[in-house]
């Protein structure tokens, strides 16, 4: 059996907080995440599919790393998964001066 929000119609493993994965930085990397998430939470790419209202077809691009999967459909297949994006500046655009501290 498939766990199952029952609001959302996403699943989830449990309510446990999860580590953050790591910085991503292709669409393979994407792709990754969603077949080990998938896989950790026993369920085929038709199951997945089925739970997202996506074809098998996508799921499987996605896990594949296909460059131009639609990013609405990328991003509510990884919500159905229990995962979240966050954007964060690089690290070195985190050390570079504000726009206030740089000379007139």
């Not at 910085?23 to 997202?52: H, P, W």
């Not at 990884?78 to 655009?93: D, F, I, M, N, Q």
Request: proline share 5%.
């Amino acid at each position: 059996m498939i766990p199952v929000r029952e609001q959302s119609g996403c699943m989830m493993d449990d309510n446990r907080i999860k580590e953050p994965y790591g910085n991503i930085f292709s669409s393979e990397d994407i792709g990754k995440l969603v077949r080990m998430y998938r896989k950790e939470q026993s369920v085929t790419q038709a199951d997945l599919a089925a739970l997202c209202a996506v074809g098998v077809r996508f799921i499987s691009d996605l896990e594949n790393g296909k460059q131009t999967a639609e990013l609405g459909k990328v991003l509510h297949v990884l919500k159905c998964l229990g995962l979240e994006v966050a954007v964060t500046p690089r690290s070195w655009a985190k050390q570079a001066p504000s726009i206030k501290d740089m000379p007139k």
